[in-house]
């Protein structure tokens, strides 16, 4: 499995050996975007909305 390339602590990190063009620099960032929003739909949502409370029936 691919590391991020911001993992500097992974044994595989090594700097890039050529810069990045535009096309991948693009294809890279879009892939970013993706993860965050897969991640994002993995949490949401973050915390549920608070319950109505509605009251039992007053005994007779």
């Known amino acids: 499995m ?3 390339r911001t993992d500097i602590h992974h044994p595989d990190h090594a ?3 050529k810069p ?3 096309a991948q620099e693009k294809a890279r960032k879009e892939q970013e975007s993706d ?3 897969q991640a994002l739909e993995e949490t949401f949502p973050a915390s549920d909305p608070v ?3 509605v009251p039992a029936k007053a005994p007779e």
């Open 35 to 37: 993860n965050q929003d």
């Open 2 to 4: 691919a590391h991020d």
């Open 15 to 17: 700097a890039p050996t």
């Open 51 to 53: 319950s109505p409370f």
């Open 20 to 22: 990045e063009t535009p």
